[in-house]
């Protein structure tokens, strides 16, 4: 693709085309042959390069400007069960020399671990589908500065409530990635990632609240309005302001899908292999069990076109594919890696590195209808601090949003505390709404709650 004159970024800078990604083909092929030639048993080589600019306004002037360039390669070899690791930014063919000798030598003063090993070589995607990752901003530094101009002004025409800003900010980045190993499995990808953010300030001294909104897209035509951007994060910031705590009490509470997302967080973790193995997981030997009520399924979709979150192969390249990790309520499949799997006598699921585009099915109620639902409780729009025990599942976290009442927004709430316990929580899901961003890696609606402890006045 043709870069447009001036661009920021420029795709053929980085090496997208066919003579770029011959360069990077032949760079890690070398290196396993390197490796191989000096008596490693297996290895495999990661190359990235790319290029991310950042430009923040604010109160209508430039502030911040970062454009960077860069490129990694990590490198892992096996002498048998022992292996080892080494990364560099270097990818000429000394450093790369180097690196070889290096990790062999770090891999024979390894602990033996029978664990370790490269993926079986059949569990390799045999087709690399077209995900559509891959879509260059043609933005100049003017452009950027001027869509996010118009983003911070969009949020302040808010209301003159809006006197600060934290500024507005464009970001974009492209990628080229290469994963190959010595079981002749290789994958040349380019990715991009495009996003525009703004903060800004409601009200005077003792009055003060900030907020603001953003969005991420693989493409930059897909929903990348500084208007409605800029408009949203005023009208967040100006919906905070006269916040006060709550009494002390157990009531039912909405986490707002923005927030929603952390509790799939929460259970992510919790399935995923180096908890179980580690025996550190609040879901230790929970497959098979009831978790949620029966109407919800958690599902991953990693081959998404343009998912933020898409991936064809995992970090062990391993093949992807849709699942399900809750069927029903019930949980279906741990999130595991060829280690994780292996120290845990089950199969690979994918997940190497993670889990890809997640989602949570609703009951098809609006947001309004959800609130209607809750009756008297609150409505969490923000959280704070870490307060999460990932191995009893323990739960207590800061929060701010609004007070309701009668299904109404009565007043906005800060400094609470709210409480529980993740099974719990889980179990007691009342209702999810069909109000989730969209496209978003966790992609989940409000979630009514059921009864949690709310730390307040």
């Given at each position: 693709?043709?870069?447009?004159?001036g661009?920021?970024?420029?795709?053929?800078?980085?090496?997208?085309?066919?003579?770029?990604?011959?360069?990077?083909?032949?760079?890690?092929a070398?290196?396993?042959?390197r490796?191989?030639?000096r008596?490693?048993?297996?290895?495999?080589?990661?190359?990235?390069?790319?290029?991310?600019l950042?430009?923040?306004?604010?109160?209508?002037?430039?502030?911040t400007?970062?454009?960077?360039?860069?490129?990694?390669?990590?490198?892992?070899?096996?002498?048998?069960?022992?292996?080892?690791?080494?990364?560099?930014?270097?990818?000429?063919?000394e450093?790369?020399?180097?690196?070889?000798?290096?990790?062999?030598?770090?891999?024979?003063?390894?602990?033996?671990?029978?664990?370790?090993?490269?993926?079986?070589?059949?569990?390799?995607?045999?087709?690399?589908?077209?995900?559509?990752?891959?879509?260059?901003?043609?933005?100049?530094?003017?452009?950027?500065?001027?869509?996010?101009?118009a983003?911070?002004?969009?949020?302040?025409?808010?209301s003159?409530?809006?006197r600060?800003?934290?500024?507005?900010?464009?970001?974009?980045?492209?990628?080229?990635?290469?994963?190959?190993?010595?079981?002749?499995?290789?994958?040349?990808e380019?990715?991009?990632?495009?996003?525009?953010?703004?903060?800004?300030?409601a009200?005077?001294?003792?009055?003060?609240?900030?907020?603001?909104?953003?969005v991420?897209r693989?493409?930059p035509?897909?929903?990348?309005?500084?208007?409605?951007?800029?408009?949203?994060a005023?009208?967040?910031?100006?919906?905070?302001?006269?916040?006060?705590?709550?009494?002390?009490?157990?009531?039912?509470?909405?986490?707002?899908?923005?927030?929603?997302?952390?509790?799939?967080?929460?259970?992510?973790?919790?399935?995923?292999?180096g908890?179980?193995?580690?025996r550190?997981?609040?879901?230790?030997?929970?497959?098979?069990?009831?978790?949620?009520?029966?109407?919800?399924?958690?599902?991953?979709?990693?081959?998404?076109?343009?998912?933020?979150?898409?991936?064809?192969?995992?970090?062990?390249?391993v093949?992807?594919?849709?699942?399900a990790?809750?069927?029903?309520?019930?949980?279906?499949?741990?999130?595991?890696?060829?280690?994780?799997?292996?120290?845990?006598?089950?199969?690979?699921?994918?997940?190497?590195?993670?889990?890809?585009?997640?989602?949570?099915?609703?009951?098809?109620l609006?947001?309004?209808?959800?609130?209607?639902?809750?009756?008297?409780?609150?409505?969490?729009?923000?959280?704070?601090?870490?307060?999460?025990n990932?191995?009893?599942?323990?739960?207590?976290?800061?929060a701010a949003g609004?007070?309701?009442?009668k299904?109404?927004?009565?007043?906005?709430?800060?400094e609470?505390?709210?409480?529980?316990?993740?099974?719990?929580?889980?179990?007691n899901?009342?209702?999810?709404?069909?109000?989730?961003?969209?496209?978003?890696?966790?992609?989940?609606g409000?979630?009514?709650?059921?009864?949690?402890?709310?730390?307040?006045a």
């Amino acid at each position: 693709m043709a870069d447009k004159q001036g661009a920021a970024l420029s795709a053929e800078r980085l090496g997208v085309n066919e003579a770029g990604r011959a360069a990077l083909a032949e760079r890690a092929a070398q290196l396993l042959a390197r490796a191989k030639a000096r008596g490693a048993t297996a290895a495999e080589v990661s190359l990235a390069k790319r290029q991310n600019l950042e430009l923040t306004v604010r109160q209508g002037a430039l502030e911040t400007l970062e454009q960077t360039e860069g490129q990694d390669l990590s490198l892992t070899v096996f002498r048998g069960q022992r292996s080892a690791t080494v990364s560099s930014s270097d990818l000429s063919p000394e450093a790369c020399e180097t690196l070889v000798e290096k990790a062999l030598f770090l891999a024979d003063q390894a602990e033996e671990d029978p664990h370790a090993g490269l993926a079986p070589p059949e569990l390799a995607p045999a087709v690399l589908p077209n995900l559509d990752l891959f879509h260059p901003w043609a933005l100049s530094l003017d452009e950027a500065r001027a869509l996010a101009s118009a983003c911070e002004a969009a949020a302040l025409a808010v209301s003159p409530e809006l006197r600060n800003s934290e500024g507005a900010t464009v970001a974009s980045a492209l990628g080229l990635s290469c994963y190959a190993n010595s079981q002749g499995f290789q994958a040349i990808e380019p990715r991009s990632r495009h996003g525009l953010y703004a903060a800004v300030i409601a009200g005077e001294g003792a009055r003060m609240q900030r907020d603001g909104w953003g969005v991420t897209r693989r493409c930059p035509d897909d929903g990348l309005d500084p208007q409605a951007v800029g408009r949203r994060a005023g009208e967040r910031a100006l919906a905070r302001l006269d916040a006060r705590p709550v009494p002390t009490g157990r009531y039912p509470v909405v986490f707002d899908s923005t927030v929603a997302s952390t509790l799939l967080g929460h259970f992510v973790g919790a399935i995923s292999g180096g908890a179980l193995y580690r025996r550190a997981s609040f879901l230790l030997d929970a497959l098979g069990e009831m978790l949620f009520p029966p109407r919800y399924s958690i599902t991953e979709d990693p081959l998404r076109p343009r998912g933020l979150a898409s991936a064809s192969f995992d970090d062990d390249a391993v093949a992807t594919a849709p699942k399900a990790f809750v069927a029903e309520g019930r949980l279906e499949s741990y999130a595991l890696s060829v280690y994780a799997g292996r120290r845990l006598g089950l199969a690979p699921t994918g997940n190497g590195g993670g889990v890809h585009n997640l989602a949570m099915n609703h009951d098809g109620l609006s947001r309004e209808a959800l609130l209607e639902e809750l009756g008297t409780g609150l409505w969490i729009t923000e959280l704070m601090g870490q307060g999460v025990n990932g191995v009893t599942g323990d739960y207590s976290r800061g929060a701010a949003g609004f007070w309701v009442e009668k299904g109404q927004i009565a007043y906005p709430v800060q400094e609470i505390t709210v409480a529980g316990q993740l099974r719990d929580i889980y179990r007691n899901i009342r209702a999810v709404a069909d109000d989730g961003e969209q496209p978003r890696a966790v992609e989940v609606g409000s979630m009514l709650i059921d009864g949690m402890t709310i730390a307040g006045a």
